[in-house]
């Protein structure tokens, strides 16, 4: 049996294949059967059989293989070359998965960020853009009430600043309707100075103007509207 030099150990080590692969065998394979895989490797890879670019080179790693992994005390010394380099390769793919879910995690995080980010300056917007509408529609109301009611400068006992408020009787929000509930859902038409709870389904809300009064009584609640919107947000 000829020698293993160093020289064509670490050769072996360089190569992109393991000495198992390149014969194909497993790594417990025995000296009876690692010689039939060599030379049935041989008989197609020998330069006189194979005509590739290569061939002296695919022809020496069978070779290499065979002499390192039939010599004990070489192989012994291969096998924790190999032991050696599986145990570096694990480490640096826990490292690199490790590494990848930091970045996730990181972008993650960041996009959470920039959607918070984005989501309250959306809610601000819009609260101030239905604080401009309820505004708007305040003032058209309060026009359209005076364009089309007559002598409403000169006789203005006529708008009591007193509205009466009657709501439907259910279980589940009989004990959370209060005098305060009422008042803050009331003010979307103005100030309101006092509200006197008559029963668990009515309330008298009086408001400081006859304006807000007059908003207050003819606004059409079987409507859905967005004028508690705002008053929902500050709530």
Same mark, same amino acid.
């Given at each position: 049996?000829?020698?293993?030099?160093?020289?064509?150990?670490?050769?072996?080590?360089?190569?992109? $294949?393991?000495?198992?692969?390149?014969?194909?065998?497993?790594?417990? &394979?025995?000296?009876?059967?690692?010689?039939?895989?060599?030379?049935?490797?041989?008989?197609?890879?020998?330069?006189?059989?194979?005509?590739?670019?290569?061939?002296?080179?695919?022809?020496?790693?069978?070779? &290499?293989?065979?002499? &390192?992994?039939?010599?004990?005390?070489?192989?012994?010394?291969?096998?924790?070359?190999? =032991?050696?380099?599986?145990?570096?390769? $694990?480490?640096? =793919?826990?490292?690199?998965?490790?590494?990848?879910?930091?970045?996730?995690?990181?972008?993650?995080?960041? /996009?959470?960020?920039?959607?918070?980010?984005?989501?309250?300056?959306?809610?601000?917007?819009?609260?101030?853009?239905?604080?401009?509408?309820?505004?708007?529609?305040?003032?058209?109301?309060?026009?359209?009430?005076? /364009?089309?009611?007559?002598?409403?400068?000169?006789?203005?006992?006529?708008?009591?600043?007193?509205?009466? #408020?009657?709501?439907?009787?259910?279980? +589940?929000?009989?004990?959370? &309707?209060?005098?305060?509930?009422?008042? +803050?859902?009331?003010?979307?038409?103005?100030?309101?100075?006092?509200?006197?709870?008559?029963?668990?389904?009515? =309330?008298? #809300?009086?408001? $400081?103007?006859?304006?807000?009064?007059?908003?207050? =009584?003819?606004?059409?609640?079987? +409507?859905?509207?967005?004028?508690?919107?705002?008053?929902?947000?500050?709530?």
């Amino acid at each position: 049996m000829t020698q293993v030099s160093q020289e064509d150990f670490n050769w072996l080590l360089s190569r992109t $294949k393991s000495a198992y692969q390149l014969l194909d065998v497993d790594t417990s &394979v025995q000296s009876q059967d690692l010689r039939r895989a060599y030379r049935k490797k041989a008989l197609v890879l020998h330069p006189d059989k194979n005509q590739s670019s290569d061939a002296e080179e695919q022809f020496r790693e069978i070779l &290499v293989s065979y002499r &390192v992994l039939d010599e004990p005390e070489w192989r012994k010394r291969y096998d924790e070359h190999l =032991a050696t380099e599986l145990q570096r390769q $694990k480490a640096m =793919a826990q490292q690199s998965a490790h590494q990848k879910s930091l970045k996730e995690q990181l972008l993650y995080e960041e /996009s959470r960020y920039r959607q918070n980010q984005s989501t309250a300056q959306y809610r601000q917007a819009k609260i101030e853009q239905l604080r401009r509408e309820t505004e708007q529609l305040r003032r058209a109301k309060i026009r359209e009430t005076a /364009s089309s009611t007559t002598n409403i400068e000169t006789d203005k006992s006529r708008f009591p600043c007193k509205v009466r #408020v009657r709501w439907k009787s259910k279980p +589940q929000i009989t004990d959370l &309707v209060s005098a305060e509930v009422v008042q +803050q859902l009331m003010e979307v038409f103005g100030e309101v100075v006092s509200v006197e709870m008559s029963s668990s389904t009515d =309330a008298v #809300v009086t408001y $400081k103007t006859w304006l807000s009064a007059v908003l207050a =009584a003819t606004h059409d609640y079987s +409507q859905i509207s967005d004028l508690w919107d705002e008053r929902k947000t500050e709530l």
